[in-house]
């Protein structure tokens, strides 16, 4: 009886020994396997456009910006966009990518300002939705639609 409770002891041992063994390697190709899923979203990140900060919107397609409307766009990381032309700001998520930016749902102030400025905002808060295509060019952005230049932004 002593005998069969030894071999059952170290049957015991043995066993859990192994399961150990196979948990600790199997966490190794996990580790691994998360190694290198993270390369490729490294990549992908390294490759998203950095166009972060507060621009200047020279032009937008077919409106005229009146004379006096200082119009501004600002970039926040690569997930939120709010655009003001001093009335009410036109806001909303963003999404990167290597050359081209997606503008989600937006949202929109609703306060008195000047005509001028409100008709501007009016404009943004359509012109912001949806793909549009990027080139960057120094202290210049053309965002597009297609071929057709949407939007010129300077620093």
Same mark, same amino acid.
């Given at each position: ?17 192994? +399961? ?8 190794? #190709? !996990? +580790? ?7 390369? #490729? !979203? ?8 950095? &166009? ?7 032009? &937008?397609?077919?409106?005229?910006? #009146? ?6 766009? *600002? ?6 966009? !709010?655009? *003001? ?23 929109? *102030?609703?306060?008195?300002?000047? #005509? ?19 080139? +960057? ?12 230049? &949407? ?5």
């Amino acid at each position: 009886m002593m005998m069969a409770a030894m071999g059952i002891a170290l049957c015991a041992a043995s066993c859990s020994t192994k +399961q150990a063994n196979n948990e600790n390697n199997a966490e190794a #190709p !996990a +580790q691994e396997t998360a190694a290198v899923e993270e390369a #490729p !979203a490294a990549a992908a990140e390294a490759s998203k456009l950095d &166009i972060n900060g507060e621009w200047k919107v020279a032009s &937008i397609a077919n409106f005229d910006i #009146p004379s006096g409307v200082d119009v501004k766009l *600002t970039i926040s990381g690569d997930t939120a966009y !709010a655009a *003001t032309a001093g009335a009410n700001t036109v806001f909303g998520p963003i999404t990167l990518g290597e050359k081209s930016i997606n503008f989600g749902e937006s949202g929109m *102030t609703r306060m008195m300002g000047s #005509p001028a400025a409100m008709a501007v905002e009016e404009v943004l808060a359509k012109t912001f939705l949806g793909d549009m295509g990027v080139e +960057q060019n120094e202290n210049t952005l053309s965002l597009k639609k297609g071929d057709k230049v &949407i939007l010129t932004l300077t620093k």
